[in-house]
């Protein structure tokens, strides 16, 4: 089982969506991130980083950003769109991704927030992530 999490930038949601996942789910689900408007390379949001390691002991500071377009989207069995314009943009990029592409999971960019705010975006990322897993498990 392969998943996609893409956000916008790839620093904030999808990297937490990432590292959350491979706690998560284990070695048997490949997971990684990307982004539709990704600077590539960069690191992750301070905030991020530090929401993943005091609140769900993930360590994502070595994460880089990339894009959506660098990316073998037809390779995953399912890709996440962390927001509706994300989703938006990942079907008018990629048509042909049909049943791959969930949908949105409506999770504002917390990106420049301060530290609560991110703590409030990993809340949100947890419970989808949760009822991913529900899918995932009906489907083994």
């Known amino acids: 089982m392969k998943i996609l999490f893409v956000c916008s930038g790839n620093t904030c949601r999808s990297p937490m969506a990432e590292g959350m996942a491979r706690t998560m789910f ?22 991020a980083v530090r929401t993943m ?21 037809e390779d995953f069995d399912y890709i996440v769109p962390m927001a509706d314009g994300v989703q938006e943009d990942l079907m008018e990029n990629f048509p042909s991704l049909g049943e791959k592409l969930l949908p949105s999971w409506g999770i ?29 498990k009906n489907q083994a």
Request: glycine letters at 6%.
């Open 26 to 47: 284990g070695p048997n689900v490949h997971v990684e991130s990307a982004g539709t408007h990704a600077h590539v390379r960069d690191p992750p949001a301070t905030n």
């Open 53 to 73: 390691h005091d609140k769900f002991g993930v360590d994502i500071s070595t994460h880089r950003s990339r894009s959506v377009n660098h990316v073998h989207v």
């Open 108 to 136: 504002d960019d917390p990106y420049r927030g301060d530290l609560r705010t991110y703590e409030e975006t990993a809340v949100k990322i947890h419970k989808h992530m949760e009822e991913l897993s529900t899918i995932l």
